[in-house]
């Protein structure tokens, strides 16, 4: 309900000056059907267990949506053009990973825009994109691959695959992170939850800024000190004795600085090739997780309705 009123204010706001008070009545009942896909999470509410929205930081809710359908859900900062987090639904992959077909999201730069992700031209990106989000030349030549938050081998759908492709769902990551331990545990959490879960899979996968932050480019895109991670699967199968406590909750941090503290994510040189030193993935349970996102931010930080506790 919040959405649609907002969406409705701002058109006629934007109209007030041009527009005589009858159309703008009839410009409000045509609006009725309308669902904003920036600025509320209520049409995407399907995407967070029991419909609820994590506690942390704010931002700006971006419903994902692709091909007129939703696929995931983001909350963004406009100053950091970067997502805080991307909520999902994992399904277990099948097939290859899609061609990479970047996109961006125009209601970021225009409210009244379309509400379905638009990929990237191939010439001059409009000004106003540049100005709300990243684009492709901010990644191109640094230091940092683009890393998913959402990644496209937690789905099924070749279109919910493709969605995964927008800059909005996306930070900068180092390439021994994407290629290495974090590409591990990503694979990990999809063959736990294609093993062991009944149910849906519910998973938010955000970032830990620095302290101070650090950028690419001008002050462009801020990057990242950690990315996190955490799944919420409340049915799953009776499991083996070895493999306890990593239900109906777990989560993971990753570092994404070789240089950072080993205060929440320890150095192990035993545990991975000499290539990803300093990129450890520490796996834990979600309370330890939302300990140091409270700690890190600041403020509150809850990740699932009563931490993922009613089937
Ligand atoms: C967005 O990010 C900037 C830069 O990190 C930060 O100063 C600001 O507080 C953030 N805004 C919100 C609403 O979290
Ligand atoms: C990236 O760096 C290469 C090599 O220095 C240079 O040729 C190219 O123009 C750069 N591309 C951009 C988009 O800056
Ligand atoms: C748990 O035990 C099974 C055999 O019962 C074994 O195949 C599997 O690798 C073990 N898993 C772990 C994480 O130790
Ligand atoms: C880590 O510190 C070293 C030495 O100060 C520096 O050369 C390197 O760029 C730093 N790495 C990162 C990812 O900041």
Known sequence: MFGRFKQTTFIMVSYHTAVQAVSLLALAVWCFPCRADVGTFDPCKDFFYHAWFPKGPLGVPI??????????ASLYNKTRRTPWFSAY????????R?????????????AKADGNMVSFPHGKV????????????DYINSSYTR????????HQNPQDRESTFTLTNVVPQKLKSNDGPWADMENHVSQVLSTYCMGKAYIVTGVIPYQKDRWLRERRVAVPEYLWSAYCCPSYKTLPENLTDIFPTFAAVGRNDPNSTEEIVPIDRGKYKKKFWGYDVRLMPLRTLEMHLQKKYGTVFSIFHNQCSEP
Do not use: M
Request: glycine letters at 4%.
């Open 98 to 110: 899609p061609k990479e077909v970047w996109k961006y999201e125009p209601q970021l730069a225009y």
């Open 63 to 72: 419903c994902q949506r692709y091909l007129n359908q939703y696929r995931f």
């Open 126 to 137: 409009d000004q106003n994109v540049v100005e709300s989000q990243a684009v492709q030349l």
């Open 147 to 154: 890393g998913h938050l959402n990644p496209s081998l937690h």
């Open 89 to 96: 639904i994992y399904t277990p992959p099948v097939g290859k």
